[in-house]
C-alpha cells in the first residue's frame, strides 16, 4: 500500500484553543530523527516525534542483515558526499561514532567490528531501536506512530495537521528521510515541505544501488549472475576495493555500491584481479603450462564462470599457439576492464538518497535553515551522504543531535 503525504501551503491567522503544543515537533521517527527527539527531550523540551509507519526505525530494523551496521569507527568528512564536501565537519566533529558507541554500551549491546571499521550488534537490530525508544521515554519524548500528516503549515507557530489531530510548535524538524526504498513507506514529502519552505533542492538520484547493463554486456553478465569476487571499482581517482557480484541484470556488492554514488554515466572500471600483475602471471603459465587452455589458467585465480567468459574468445586454444599479444590484451581487460552502465536499480534498491536539501540553506552547526526561523532539517534529508558501511547512520546520529540540541 502506497502512503502518500499531502502538503498543501495555508495561511494561518489564529490557532484555535486547546491545541496540541509542543516546543518541538519532529517529522519521521527513524535514526535521524529519533536522536533528535533524545537530544532535545533532555535539554527539557516538550518533543513530539510522529511518523506516518506503524512503528518506528523500520529501516534500522533492516539494516546490516538485521544487525544494525550502526556507525564506522573511520568516519571523516572525506568519506561523505554533497554538493558542499565540508558542511558535514561540523556535525560529525561534535558527536562522534565513539558517543554513538557508549550509548550502545551503556544499554549493554553486544557488537563487533567487521572489516573496514563496521560496527555491527552481535544480536539484532531491534536492541538499537529499543535503547532509542528506552532514550525516547527518559527525556519524556511523545513518540507517536501510524500518523498521517495531510497539512504543514507556518505564521507565527508550525501546524502540523494530522489524521489524529492538529499539533503546534514554535520549531519544526523534517527527519523524514529521501525516496529509497519505497516499500518500507519512503516518500518525497521531505522534498515537497522543503520546496513549500523556500529551501533549495540539488539534484536528487540513488545511491548506494546496483548498476544494471544492456545489450552484448548484460548477456555476457547473466550466465555469470552469483558470481562474486574481490575487485577494484573504480571511476577517476576514486577507488574502492571490496567483492563485486554478477546478478541477472548487471553488477551489485559493496564495490559496485560504493562507486554507484559516484557515476552519472559512463564507464567505469573493474581490477578483478587486485594485487595481481595479471600479464606477468599468464605469460609465466604460457611457459609452465604451455599445453593448458586460458580459461583453465585464469579459473586459478578467479571463478570458473568468469574465466571462462573472459577467455571465450580464444576458443579453447593452448596457450602455446595465443600469441602474446592476445594474452596481453586479455590480462589487460581482466586488470582493467571499461565497463558502461545503462542505468541503476533505482530507488527501489538503492541503500541512500543521493542529494536533498541544499546545505547552502542550512545551518553546519544546527542544521536550522537560514530563511525560515524554527525550522531544522537533519539526516538523508539533506544534501550529505555517506560511503556504504555506517557512514550513514552516524550522518544520522551527528544531524540529529546537533539539531536536538539547537531547537
Request: net charge neutral.
Amino acid at each position: 500500500m502506497h502512503v502518500f503525504w499531502y502538503v498543501r501551503p495555508v495561511s494561518v491567522t489564529a490557532i484555535p484553543p486547546r491545541m496540541n503544543q509542543f516546543d518541538v515537533i519532529i517529522l519521521g521517527a527513524g535514526a535521524a530523527g529519533l536522536m533528535c527527539a533524545i537530544s532535545a527531550g533532555r535539554r527539557g523540551r516538550r518533543v513530539l516525534l510522529l511518523d506516518h509507519a506503524p512503528q518506528v526505525g523500520a529501516k534500522i530494523l533492516i539494516s546490516g542483515g538485521g544487525r544494525c551496521n550502526f556507525t564506522n569507527s573511520g568516519t571523516i568528512p572525506e568519506r561523505f558526499l554533497s554538493g558542499n564536501p565540508h558542511f558535514a565537519r561540523s556535525a560529525l566533529s561534535r558527536y562522534k561514532p565513539a558517543d554513538f558507541i557508549a550509548l550502545v554500551q551503556k544499554h549493554g549491546i553486544a557488537f563487533h567490528e567487521k572489516t573496514l571499521g563496521q560496527l555491527f550488534c552481535d544480536g539484532s537490530a531491534r536492541e538499537i531501536v529499543a535503547m532509542l525508544l528506552a532514550e525516547c521515554a527518559a527525556a519524556g519524548v511523545d513518540v507517536r506512530v501510524d500518523h498521517r500528516i495531510t497539512e504543514v503549515s507556518r505564521s507565527d507557530s508550525f501546524r502540523v495537521e494530522t489524521d489524529h489531530g492538529t499539533f503546534v510548535s514554535e520549531n519544526l524538524v523534517l527527519a523524514t528521510g529521501g525516496m529509497s526504498i519505497p516499500k518500507m513507506g519512503a516518500t518525497g514529502f521531505a522534498y515537497e515541505l522543503a520546496r513549500q519552505f523556500g529551501l533549495r533542492l540539488t539534484e536528487i538520484r540513488p545511491g548506494l544501488v546496483p548498476l544494471v547493463f544492456a545489450d552484448d554486456m548484460l548477456e555476457l553478465m547473466r550466465p555469470l549472475s552469483g558470481v562474486s569476487l574481490d575487485s577494484i571499482a573504480s571511476i577517476d581517482r576514486r577507488k574502492f576495493q571490496e567483492a563485486a557480484l554478477f546478478t541477472h541484470r548487471g553488477l551489485s556488492g559493496p564495490a559496485i555500491l560504493q562507486i554507484s554514488s559516484y557515476w552519472r554515466q559512463g564507464p567505469i572500471t573493474l581490477n578483478l584481479l587486485p594485487g595481481r600483475d595479471t600479464a606477468a602471471f599468464v605469460l609465466e603459465r604460457k611457459k609452465s603450462r604451455p599445453k593448458a587452455g586460458l580459461a583453465s589458467v585464469l579459473s586459478e585465480v578467479l571463478p570458473a564462470r568468469l574465466a571462462a567468459a573472459l577467455a571465450a574468445e580464444t576458443d579453447g586454444a593452448r596457450l602455446a599457439d595465443l600469441p602474446d599479444r592476445v594474452l596481453l590484451t586479455i590480462a589487460a581487460a581482466v586488470s582493467g576492464w571499461h565497463i558502461t552502465p545503462s542505468g541503476t536499480e533505482g530507488f527501489v534498491k538503492a541503500e541512500v538518497t543521493c542529494g536533498g536539501v541544499d546545505t547552502r540553506d542550512l545551518s553546519s552547526r544546527t542544521m536550522a535553515a537560514n530563511a525560515v526561523p524554527g525550522l531544522f532539517v537533519i539526516g538523508e534529508a539533506v544534501d550529505v551522504t555517506g560511503w556504504l558501511g555506517g557512514y550513514n547512520f552516524q550522518w544520522a546520529w551527528a544531524s540529529g543531535w546537533c539539531a536536538g540540541e539547537a531547537v
